[in-house]
Nanobody
Framework: VQVVQSGGGLVQPGGSLRLSCVAS????????YGWFRQVPGKEREGVSC????????FYTDSVKGRFTISRDNAKNTVYLEMNNLKPEDTAVYYC???????????????????WGQGTQVTVSS
């Protein structure tokens, strides 16, 4: 399974960005998609996750109301729409797909099997 991300970059506070993630090469579709982020010296944090089976979603408290995860089945693509970005959103963002938990949304990085290459998001004036 290959996971390729795109998007990210530099944006001013209050701005918006959209991250994309394409998963390919799988025999069966993933159970879960997740977006995570990491800053130096800290653990990787679950930002937003999606359960494919029941379309349940998870958002970490700090992004609720600002970020939206969505999926385009036809394109095998998952998106993270990020609005009203804040400097504290600055991090390397990773997309991941999981085959471990078939039901319910999963927000722990340990439950994901394949990872994208990471993309830098910097929120600064």
């Amino acid at each position: 399974v290959q996971v390729v991300q795109s998007g990210g970059g530099l944006v001013q506070p209050g701005g918006s960005l959209r991250l994309s993630c394409v998963a390919s090469g799988w025999i069966a579709p993933p159970y879960n998609y997740g977006w995570f982020r990491q800053v130096p010296g800290k653990e990787r944090e679950g930002v937003s996750c999606l359960s494919v089976k029941d379309e349940r979603t998870f958002y970490t408290d700090s992004v609720k109301g600002r970020f939206t995860i969505s999926r385009d089945n036809a394109k095998n693509t998952v998106y993270l729409e990020m609005n009203n970005l804040k400097p504290e959103d600055t991090a390397v963002y990773y997309c991941a797909v999981g085959y471990t938990i078939p039901g319910g949304v999963v927000s722990s990085a340990n439950e994901y099997d394949y990872w994208g290459q990471g993309t830098q998001v910097t929120v600064s004036s």
